[in-house]
């Protein structure tokens, strides 16, 4: 007979690495102990999850929760709340705060200022500069840092990485994966006129359109392979970049955000307005 759980959720939609399945979990001592058919199970609490979906804690690799710098729009501890109330367990937090997190004195800092007030596991990045390049080897092992984050297009103080020189030392140096924020800084500046003279959101994506992203995505992906290094290229907006990243897969994880899949330019703005 199976030793009895402290909870057991039956019937639900499981999503787990091997993909969907109708089926149960149970948990005994804070951990996930069997997945499966236990119609015969007993727990000291069921829960019927049937025509809901169970997944594992959600990993967020990208979270800007703005502390230190900016707490009047977030805050590590609201932050935190906010994730682990939409089922997020762990987040990798962004450097460009104020001030910027690329020394270990800044790493320090948010991880003191995380200290029992963050809610679920946490870890954050060391932006990757034209100043700091040669450190970047040691900051990325430091204790509570995930990893290099690099911003290819527009972003606060000396974190913009705009030029190929630049982004060849930052990936040279480093060997864990790095995470990318690509859009090419100089089509930017290039077309910024645009959101100008429109001045309406709108423009948005006319300013900063497919090409902007993937020129960048290319470079990016041309200079990882020269380096041998990794890459995690962020909240990918295009249907170009996806198809041009499905062939680099040895190199390159992508994320996206829920709403660069349901929605698309012009026609939410047309619909949902700005």
Known sequence: MVEPFDLL????????????????VGVRD?????????AVATAGEVFDATGLHVLPGVIDTQ????????EHKENLEAGSRGA???????????????????????????????KDR?????????????????????????????????????????????????????????KRRCAVHAEDEPRLRERQHL?????????????????????????LIAIARETGTRVHVLHITTAEEIRFLAKNKDISSVEVTPQHLTLSAPDCYTELGT
């Open 118 to 174: 963050m809610l679920c596991e946490h870890a954050f990045y060391v932006g990757g500069t034209k100043e700091n390049a040669e450190q970047l080897a040691e900051l990325e092992r430091l204790p509570g840092c995930c990893g290099v984050k690099i911003f290819m297009g527009s972003s606060t103080g000396n974190l913009l990485t705009e030029d190929d020189p630049t982004l060849r030392r930052i990936l040279g140096a480093i």
């Open 84 to 114: 682990v109330l939409g089922g997020v367990t762990a987040v990798f937090e962004m450097p460009n705060t104020s001030p910027l997190t690329t020394s270990p004195d800044a790493l320090a800092d948010k991880l003191a200022r995380a």
């Open 30 to 38: 804070g951990r996930i102990a069997v997945i499966g058919d236990m």
């Open 9 to 24: 959720l039956r019937g639900g939609t499981l999503i787990t690495h091997n993909g969907i399945s109708r089926g149960d």
């Open 195 to 219: 959101a100008q003279e429109a001045a309406d959101p709108s423009a948005h994506p006319v300013w900063r359109d497919s090409e902007t992203a993937l020129r960048a995505t290319r470079r």
């Open 63 to 70: 979270v800007h929760f703005r502390e230190p710098g900016s």
